[in-house]
């Protein structure tokens, strides 16, 4: 254990080191030495929050799809809304990002998506006007997202977002 000449760093020192010998200390040991009640109840506290921004969202789930579109498009068929949220729920993107999409280019639109994305074309992009109207249109409009990509690259627009 180190000694220092100066009674302050010495202190310091001590206070510090109190707790970390058996390696790190939880959150739980630092409370208890700090006098605090962080309310864990006996649980570890876990190791990163639910709004860590450098956490990346889940993909979501068949499930949660299905319950989605069975909202969004009551008059469907079950059936065929079960086949689409398996389709939907295979791009493997987050629950928000699927809402956005089926909102912009509807139920059935999973493998175009999937194509936009091959070629940058991003959601933010989608009100992009191109030769008139906006890349939204001439998706649900039939046309490929190779097409879009090509559109707004001859007119120099970059769709990636």
Do not use: N
């Amino acid at each position: 254990m180190p000694r220092f000449d100066d009674p302050a760093l010495q202190a310091i020192y001590d206070y510090l080191a109190t707790g970390y010998r058996s390696g790190r200390p939880d959150a739980a040991a630092i409370a208890a030495r700090e006098g605090l009640k962080l309310g864990l109840g006996g649980r570890r506290a876990a190791r990163r929050s639910k709004a860590d921004p450098t956490r990346r969202p889940r993909p979501a789930t068949r499930q949660t799809v299905l319950v989605f579109l069975k909202d969004y498009a009551p008059t469907m068929r079950t059936e065929f809304l079960q086949v689409q949220a398996a389709r939907w729920a295979g791009l493997m993107l987050p629950q928000k990002e699927i809402e956005h999409w089926i909102r912009a280019l509807g139920v059935t639109a999973a493998s175009q998506v999937a194509d936009c994305r091959r070629y940058g074309i991003g959601l933010a992009s989608l009100g992009t006007v191109l030769d008139g109207h906006p890349a939204r249109r001439w998706l649900r409009g039939g046309e490929c997202a190779a097409a879009v990509h090509a559109r707004a690259a001859a007119a120099g627009i970059d769709l990636s977002s």
